[in-house]
């Protein structure tokens, strides 16, 4: 079992930056991925950020790339969400995701483990 939990939600206005954190624990040696989601009211839940636990290789949303940076830190068992120049349209409850297992990292089914979720809100 891996448990997962994000901080780091707010309000800000268009243009500005926040960033996420994702701390694990449990079964974090045997993570492989670590990835974020979000989801705004009346849609469906999609992906935004992945990166893999060992070797570091990242995955974006095409929406979010140039904008938003996802790292880790091993020694923390944390990994991170940069987000600058937000827009209104990034608005959403974020929710971070871990799973032992290789594929499907921007799918939802690709992750066993989540977190409550933080609220993102961006003001224009």
């Known amino acids: 079992q891996v448990q997962v939990v994000e901080s780091g939600g707010g309000l800000v206005q268009a243009g500005d930056s926040l960033r996420l954190s994702c701390a694990a624990s449990?079964?974090?040696?045997?993570?492989?991925?670590m990835g974020w989601f979000r989801q705004a009211p009346g849609k469906e839940r999609q992906f935004v950020a992945a990166i893999t636990w060992t070797g570091g290789r990242t995955y974006y949303a095409d929406s979010v790339k140039g904008r938003f940076t996802i790292s880790r830190d091993i020694a923390k068992n944390t990994i991170y969400l940069q987000m600058n120049s937000l827009k209104p349209e990034d608005t959403a409850v974020y929710y971070c995701?871990?799973?032992?297992?290789?594929?499907?990292?921007?799918?939802?089914?690709?992750?066993?483990?989540w977190g409550q979720g933080t609220q993102v809100t961006v003001s224009s």
């Open positions: 995701a871990a799973d032992l297992s290789e594929p499907d990292e921007s799918i939802i089914s690709g992750y066993s483990y």
């Open positions: 449990g079964r974090t040696r045997n993570m492989y991925k």
